[in-house]
């Protein structure tokens, strides 16, 4: 497609200019494929990898051009934890494909390819292969994978280990996409079979299998010994302080082992040596800037950790290149530059005229949300071709076009649109998760990505297992609603659910919920009424009422909880009335310094990370006093939240307090503070019991003085008596293990500076009176990259589980946990372990040592000088380790959920995979409760179930424990979430000055019939459950992109949706214009249909009457509030049409745009 001429003569150098967008790889994919040697394209940082590595494969099609990744390890220089073994498992892919590599592109970050890597016989000579057939040497072949780094265990769950069963041999080779099973008959290999590392289970079968070695460099005896050697050449520190010592000694690879690779080798190589002979380079303009700021980072840091004599540190040229012998490696090479400004002419400069798609994005608050689109595709007369990131996306994006007369033919890739040219096809769609996409004026062509029709990056979404969810879905769901389980009609009290039935009514087929009432009656309730029914929740459902239709007895029981509920909304209220009334302080910082402080976080926000802190901000900066809960799972990022809000207060020359449960957690925030403060003349103190009487009180008196900008603190603050000078903000960190009476001092100092609140696990009432209106709630339900879950077990306390458990994680260089809760033995359960597990370096920690001893041991484990701590519930808040991935919980039973979750929280901060082992005795001597909270904890394994996990815990609890006793028979009365639906609507009707109608259903709704089937057939949706949770869904989609993404998702997960369900999302649609126009009946047949009004419609009576008088025949006004209507409609498309058409000239003039 386009005409490259490239010289690729060793040292010359290319000028591409006028790249921008996805041009850039497109112009790199066709010069690439044009080469029949390896290309490199070498970008500023790994995130750019990652998204030209898409874009690349998009270009290239071909199926024998391979695209070879060297990712980033994914940590900074001198981390003490290693890369994931993921991570690991491409680049000793990368390494070991590339010496032989033609016809192929390499894509490697510039930080990396500065690293100093393995001698380039390393890999080949640790590398073997097996087939079906050949002859297995059971010991060779563990002789082999231990020489090669792979751990034995006992299940293979990740890259690197290996498992013997009998004459089953389980192995996960690096660079291998799943694990492989080996099945021996007496010596032969019989077979050889993928499985899944999840459930176990084998797929296909396959006939050879090639083993890279599981590590970047060698861990048997002689490189161990030459390590040692090396070491003592290096540093002159005593070796016997020195843990990353101790562990080569012992063949431990510890965390962070990386960072001393040059002392495995005589001399180390770099990727430059593993490079084929035929080579060409590709690289952005500006790429050295890239690489003196990771040079000065590395030197920054090792100034920074080299000061610690336990972990002496190799200099920055040990361990990387620096910026000048990098450049005079790539000097050497045939290299184009690429720039997104015009090339100067020249010998080998070209300038392409690829530019950036032009603003062609979905407007909602237009009239006409393609119009932008439509205009574009006026004024171009090329080819385009759209891309959507999945089937189901495309499936909706299509029928999208049709709404502008675009109907696009689908092509199989970007080649099967070049190739489409000669055909009448102006407009095709293709299927592709590409950022950006591409606008060519010359060659008549343009790339549209679905990121950029709807504003926003919806490839964010790919790697995550389980889609964000918001507060409102993930409380009113009505999923998991068992047959027989009590449910809620507003109208007609407690009913019990016995599933989905199908009835014709007027000659359409609906789907209806079965509920069963008192005497065998029975209510048919149509999906579309799902905002009249509600979960029973929370307490004993075997003891919810079952009501009788057709008498008082629900209408009484609702009345008197509503009496009740109005009570307890305006004390609510009163509490935040008073701060609410007051004008507060408005905070100001300065743009320019925040975004700076901004800029010096080292990692990439997350989405929800991003929504918080500028939701906090915003706080601030207004002068309405902040009261913000920010709820984000454990390692999610709530820290630098507080962060940037510290940071605002202080710059307004206010004082900022962290209040924290625990010594330990102040302790560990003090060292991130100062550490993320270190640049700025900022002073960060802490009040704690790891400080003196005398330090405790120079710091108060600092403090009063105006000398402390940022104090950190236990519950000791709440009972000093401090007169701050400038207090302005407080963050309170882990609200629920605050006692009661230090809530009630927290309370007091509510009303007079701006609150953030952060947990991870909120305790009920804070969840609730979050959820309802009365503080503002900010989620981070969005993991960062890479973070995996924790593998949670529920095991029975034996000695074999215990052994296999710890040794599986220190034999991979990591620490473990394990909670014992009890002072008086924990002595004795330490040594037991140290004889169960010999390999171990063993310590305890617990609230009872003296302050000075339990600092020493936390910071011995967080400098790895020991690798299993035996502790007590004192690790549970806070301390972050990212070394120590697996936790083993003693007498789980005994734990409430909130303290479950935060324990297993302790593990997984870092991105390798991480386990929680809850040991329990058997399942006979627990009680039910204890049952149900190790059930809701196992389930709720996925990231940022904390959530999930709060609203468990309230209804194992029962609701009594919400707002006093006096409420639970309310609240059994009629149901735990009615009664806080109903408490939500009469908080906002007081906040808003309203009396609080709570006798009406909570949301009116709008009764939307089209005399057509509309439901989700159970052909093609069998599972009940998943059909009443999607009818739910449906039903609370508020936003036409909310109903577009609930589309993609069923059709994605469970294929093309069937004509009947396509009718339920046009019945949506109609009725999110319906309810935008006080609507609140639309009807429609095959002859015509009619619109019923509701009283507070926004719609003007004039424009009623104008459409009746322009056009009598077809319109006419009844009663006042029915607007009916005459046209043929037979079709399904008809109806549809017609109604939109009519419902877009109701909407009033200053809606339209």
């Not at 290996?162 to 996960?172: E, K, P, Q």
């Not at 510290?646 to 503070?673: C, D, E, G, M, R």
């Amino acid at each position: 497609m386009l005409d490259l001429g490239i010289s690729a003569k060793p040292g010359d150098k290319n000028h591409w200019g006028e790249l921008q967008a996805a041009g850039r790889a497109l112009a790199i994919a066709e010069a690439a494929q044009q080469f029949d040697g390896l290309s490199i394209l070498i970008t500023e940082t790994a995130r750019e990898a990652a998204a030209q590595s898409r874009a690349l494969a998009f270009f290239s099609a071909e199926q024998d051009f391979p695209i070879l990744n060297f990712p980033d390890w994914e940590t900074l220089p001198y981390d003490i934890f290693s890369p994931h073994q993921d991570i690991v498992s491409a680049r000793l892919q990368t390494l070991s494909n590339l010496p032989n590599a033609q016809h192929a592109l390499l894509i490697v970050p510039l930080p990396t390819l500065m690293h100093r890597l393995a001698p380039t016989d390393f890999i080949a000579s640790r590398t073997f292969a097996y087939e079906v057939g050949e002859l297995l040497d059971r010991d060779e072949l563990q002789q082999q994978l231990s020489r090669a780094g792979y751990n034995r265990v006992d299940t293979v769950y990740e890259h690197g280990e290996y498992a013997f069963r009998g004459s089953l041999i389980d192995i996960y080779p690096m660079g291998a996409v799943q694990p492989f099973r080996i099945d021996l008959l007496d010596d032969e290999i019989e077979s050889l079979r993928l499985f899944d590392s999840e459930s176990q289970r084998t797929s296909e079968n396959v006939t050879e299998i090639e083993l890279l070695p599981a590590r970047e460099f060698p861990l048997d005896k002689q490189a161990c010994n030459q390590f040692l050697n090396n070491w003592h050449t290096h540093f002159d520190k005593d070796p016997a302080k020195c843990p990353v010592y101790r562990d080569i000694k012992d063949g431990i690879a510890p965390q962070g082992i990386e960072y001393y690779l040059s002392l495995f080798f005589d001399e180390t190589a770099t990727l430059f040596d593993y490079l084929p002979e035929k080579v060409q380079l590709f690289s952005h303009v500006g790429i050295e800037d890239a690489a003196l700021a990771f040079w000065q980072d590395s030197n920054a840091r090792y100034a920074e950790y080299g000061v610690d004599p336990t972990r002496p540190i190799l200099s920055p040229k040990e361990l990387f290149l620096g910026v000048e012998e990098v450049f005079q490696q790539i000097k050497k090479l045939p290299r184009t530059e690429i720039d997104r400004q015009p090339a100067k002419a020249g010998a080998g400069s070209i300038n392409f005229n690829l530019r950036a798609v032009p603003d062609v994005a979905v407007n909602s608050k237009l009239g006409n949300p393609l119009s932008t689109l439509q205009e574009f595709i006026e004024r171009f007369d090329g080819r385009v071709l759209f891309c959507a990131e999945s089937a189901g996306r495309r499936e909706v994006l299509a029928g999208f076009l049709k709404k502008i007369n675009i109907v696009a033919t689908e092509v199989e890739n970007w080649q099967g649109f070049i190739n489409s040219s000669g055909s009448n096809n102006r407009f095709s769609v293709t299927t592709y998760p590409i950022d950006q996409g591409v606008y060519s004026p010359d060659q008549g062509i343009c790339l549209i990505t679905e990121g950029e029709l709807f504003g926003q990056q919806v490839m964010q979404r790919r790697r995550r297992s389980k889609a964000s969810e918001s507060p409102d879905h993930i409380f009113k769901s009505l999923a998991e609603l068992q047959h027989g389980a009590p449910v809620v009609h507003m109208d007609h009290g407690v009913g019990r659910f016995q599933g989905l039935v199908t009835l014709e009514v007027d000659k359409s087929v609906q789907e209806f919920l079965m509920l069963v009432y008192a005497n065998d009656a029975k209510l048919y309730v149509p999906v579309s009424s799902l905002h009249l029914i509600s979960r029973f929740g929370g307490g004993d459902q075997s003891m919810a009422p079952l009501h009788k239709l057709g008498t008082d007895k629900w209408s009484k029981a609702k009345e008197k909880a509503a009496k009740q509920i109005r009570d307890t909304a305006a004390e609510l209220l009163d509490i935040y009335a008073r701060r609410a009334a007051r004008k507060g302080f408005a905070f100001n910082d300065n743009e320019e310094d925040y975004r700076k402080f901004s800029g010096e976080f080292p990692f990439e926000e997350t989405a929800d990370q991003l929504e918080a802190i500028d939701a906090v901000r915003r706080d601030l900066l207004s002068p309405q006093p902040m009261d913000r809960l920010v709820c984000g799972d454990v390692g999610f990022g709530k820290t630098e939240v507080a962060m940037r809000a510290a940071f605002t207060a202080v710059s307004s020359s206010k004082q900022v307090v962290i209040l924290v449960p625990t010594t330990l957690l102040a302790h560990q925030h003090l060292q991130n503070f100062r550490d993320r403060f270190a640049n700025w003349p900022i002073k960060v103190e802490e009040l704690s019991r790891f400080r003196t009487s005398q330090e405790q009180d120079q710091v108060i008196a600092d403090t009063e003085s105006g000398k402390v900008d940022i104090l950190i603190s236990t519950h000791k603050l709440l009972h000093a008596k401090i007169d701050f000078e400038r207090l302005g903000l407080l963050i309170i960190d882990e609200e629920h293990r605050f006692g009661v009476r230090q809530k009630d001092k927290i309370k007091s100092m509510r009303s007079s500076v701006d609150i953030l609140t952060m947990t991870a696990t909120p305790i009920p009432r804070t969840l609730n009176l979050s959820m309802h209106a009365v503080r503002d709630l900010s989620i981070i339900a969005t993991p960062p990259a890479r973070r995996l879950s924790v593998k949670t077990f529920i095991r029975q306390r034996e000695d074999r589980v215990t052994r296999e458990a710890i040794l599986r994680e220190i034999l991979r260089g990591g620490q473990v946990y394990f909670l014992h809760n009890d002072v008086k033995n924990i002595q004795r359960t330490a040594d037991e372990l140290a004889l169960l597990v010999p390999e171990a370096r063993i310590n305890i920690a617990h609230g009872q040592m003296r302050e000075r001893q339990l600092e020493q041991v936390m910071s011995d484990f967080y400098h790895q000088r020991f690798n299993v701590l035996v502790c007590t519930t004192i690790i549970e808040t806070g301390i972050d380790i990212p070394s120590a991935n697996t936790i083993l919980i003693e007498r789980a039973d005994k734990f409430g959920l909130a303290q479950l979750h935060q324990l297993r929280g302790r593990v997984g901060r870092s991105h390798h995979q991480a386990y929680a082992y809850l040991l329990t005795p058997p399942p006979k001597t627990m009680t039910s409760d204890a049952l149900k909270r190790l059930e809701a904890i196992s389930a709720a394994d996925h990231l940022g179930s904390g959530f999930t996990l709060a609203t468990n815990d309230l209804e194992i609890r029962g609701a009594g424990e919400l707002l006093g006793e006096e409420q639970s028979g309310h609240i059994q009365a009629i149901g735990f979430t009615l009664y806080l639906e109903m408490l939500e609507r009469a908080v906002n009707a007081i906040k808003n000055g309203k009396q609080a109608e709570l006798g009406s259903a909570l949301d009116q709704g709008i009764e939307v019939n089209l005399h057509l089937p509309a439901l989700i057939p159970d052909d093609y949706l069998p599972d009940v459950n998943m059909r009443l949770t999607l009818y739910k869904r449906l039903a609370n989609c508020q936003t036409e992109r909310d109903l577009y993404e609930l589309q993609v998702e069923m059709i994605d997960r469970f294929g093309l949706l069937p004509e009947p369900a396509k009718m339920l999302f046009e019945l949506a649609k109609l009725r999110q214009m319906g309810e935008r126009l006080g609507l609140i009946k639309i009807e429609a047949g095959p002859n015509g249909g009619r619109l019923k009004f509701s009283a507070s419609t926004p719609v003007e009576p004039m424009t009623i009457i104008e459409m009746v008088q322009k056009r009598p025949g077809t319109f006419r006004l009844q009663n006042n509030d029915q607007l009916s209507f005459t046209t043929e409609m037979e079709t399904a498309e008809e109806r549809v049409d017609k109604l939109t058409f009519i419902l877009d000239q109701l909407i009033p003039a200053e809606n339209a745009n």
